[in-house]
């Protein structure tokens, strides 16, 4: 049981548009910490794709967005492309466990 | 460039200790948070625990979850971090990362490639 809470899965056609959502509670996301989003590729490593709720690193498409708003996040990707395929998971901050905490994942599947 | 590389055992029999060190190239592990982070097979990322380092001041934290079984040490000499998980079960199988956090509360900037180990005798 994950502190973050994610759909397991969601799906879309190449070019359209997906959101995926991110709760939390008072004492992560409510809390005011940040929430940053990973892709994660079958056997590599997390990528980071959005950090501090909204901000693309270099190299990161402007197709991947992030917004945050009580105790929830979503990533938005537009303009779905084969190569999207992948896991993907939100991470904060927790004052309970004074520690990181993240979502369980969600399976992006383009159709 | 900084890296991270994970190494240690990739078989570790149930009961025992398991043990991982990463080495932290290209730049100096002091003053940032280094973290341990594990994934089951199939499953989602879990964070370990934390360590910090700044001059002769050091911090630590760990999962609640994982308390009692987890030590996170630091040897700067070698720019060295290093995990210990003892008596360890099969549920302990994971892919382990090290990553490394400019500030706590922020993400992880960068991530080792990952080792697995497994849990079985």
């Known amino acids: 049981q994950s502190v973050l809470t994610q759909p397991p899965s969601v799906s879309g056609a190449p070019g359209q548009s997906v959101t995926i959502s991110c709760t939390g509670s008072?004492?992560?996301?409510?809390?005011?910490?940040?929430v940053h989003w990973y892709q994660q590729l079958p056997g590599t490593a997390p990528k980071l794709l959005i950090h501090?709720?909204?901000n693309r690193p270099s190299g990161v498409p402007d197709r991947f967005s992030g917004s945050k708003s009580g105790t929830s996040a979503s990533l938005a990707i537009t303009g779905l492309q084969a190569e999207d395929e992948a896991d993907y998971y939100c991470?904060?901050?927790?004052?309970?466990?004074?520690?990181?905490?993240f979502g369980g994942g969600t399976k992006l599947t383009v159709l | 460039q900084v890296q991270l590389q994970e190494s240690g055992p990739g078989l570790v029999k149930p009961s025992e200790t398991l043990s991982l060190t990463c080495t932290v190239s290209?730049?100096?592990?002091?003053?940032?948070?280094w973290s341990w982070i594990r994934q089951a097979p199939g499953k989602g990322l879990e964070w370990i625990g934390y360590?910090?380092?700044?001059?002769?001041?050091?911090?630590?934290n760990y999962n609640p979850s994982l308390k009692s079984r987890v030590t996170i040490s630091v040897d700067t000499s070698k720019n060295q971090f290093s995990l210990k998980l003892s008596s360890v079960t099969a549920a302990d199988t994971a892919v382990y990362y090290c990553?490394?956090?400019?500030?706590?509360?922020?993400?992880?900037?960068?991530w080792g490639q990952g080792t697995l180990v497994t849990v079985s005798s």
């Open positions: 991470q904060s901050y927790d004052n309970s466990l004074s520690g990181s905490v």
């Open positions: 008072s004492s992560n996301i409510g809390a005011g910490y940040d």
């Open positions: 501090t709720n909204t």
């Open positions: 360590i910090y380092y700044s001059g002769s001041r050091g911090s630590s």
């Open positions: 990553a490394k956090q400019l500030v706590l509360v922020r993400n992880f900037e960068l």
């Open positions: 290209g730049g100096s592990i002091s003053g940032y948070y």
